[in-house]
């Protein structure tokens, strides 16, 4: 079946410093990928996604490439800010109705 | 702006007591999901349903019931409360016509005393 697996976290920065977040799956298929945000006390929201080999997804600074040779999806950002702090989560979008596989979530806190 | 709405944000049950947990998506979606929440488990799912009244069983039904008769609402249903089952709840939407990206609602944090 399909699964994700995340860098484990916490993970603490500095403001300005470089971000990589490390995501390998498993699929059968080209499913799409997802990376999500959490900000405390909220729901997930998407942060951006990719729905081919070779895609590249970004927003708000954050960028992943849909790597299908080496399976992975990982989250990068060049310079963190302290309003990035939150819970990141990778994510197959699936094709059993919807239901998309997630990984554990990474926690990111980034101090002034 | 899409949307979906969670009926409360926070809620205090007693052990034993029935809990309906509402969700409703105004996006036109096909598939709604609930999961739970705990720190260290990540995101669980409960159930989830991909039509009107079609529901199927995610990793953790059991404790927990599902009702989807209208497209737009999907209602998570503890019939006898329980203290483990104190967390946050997260309802969640996806149509096949965007790559099955799931939109969230804010989530409920349920408390069973």
């Known amino acids: 079946g399909n699964s994700v697996t995340q860098m484990e976290g916490p993970v603490t920065l500095s403001e300005e410093a470089f971000l990589t977040i490390n995501c390998t799956y498993t699929a059968t298929g080209y499913p799409s990928l997802f990376w999500y945000v959490q900000y405390p006390g909220e729901g997930l929201q998407l942060l951006l996604k990719?729905?081919?080999?070779?895609d590249k997804g970004s927003n708000k600074g954050f960028e992943a490439t849909y790597r299908k040779e080496t399976t992975s999806f990982h989250l990068e950002k060049g310079s963190v800010q302290v309003s990035d702090s939150a819970v990141y989560f990778c994510?197959?979008?699936?094709?059993?109705?919807?239901?998309?596989?997630f990984g554990d979530g990474t926690t990111l806190t980034v101090k002034p | 702006d899409v949307k979906v709405t969670q009926s409360s944000r926070y809620l205090v049950k007693r052990t034993g007591e029935k809990v309906f947990l509402e969700c409703v998506q105004d996006m036109d979606h096909e598939n709604m999901f609930w999961y739970r929440q705990d720190p260290g488990l990540g995101l669980r799912l409960i159930y989830f349903?991909?039509?009107?009244?079609?529901?199927e069983k995610g990793d953790i039904p059991e404790g927990y019931s599902v009702s989807r008769e209208k497209k737009e609402r999907f209602s998570l249903i503890l019939e006898s409360a329980s203290t483990n089952q104190t967390s946050m709840y997260l309802c969640?939407?996806?149509?096949?016509?965007?790559?099955?990206?799931?939109?969230f609602g804010p989530g409920t944090r349920l408390t069973v005393l």
């Open positions: 990719a729905t081919k080999a070779d």
């Open positions: 994510a197959l979008g699936g094709a059993n109705a919807g239901k998309s596989t």
């Open positions: 969640a939407s996806s149509s096949p016509g965007r790559a099955n990206e799931q939109f």
């Open positions: 349903s991909y039509d009107v009244k079609m529901k």
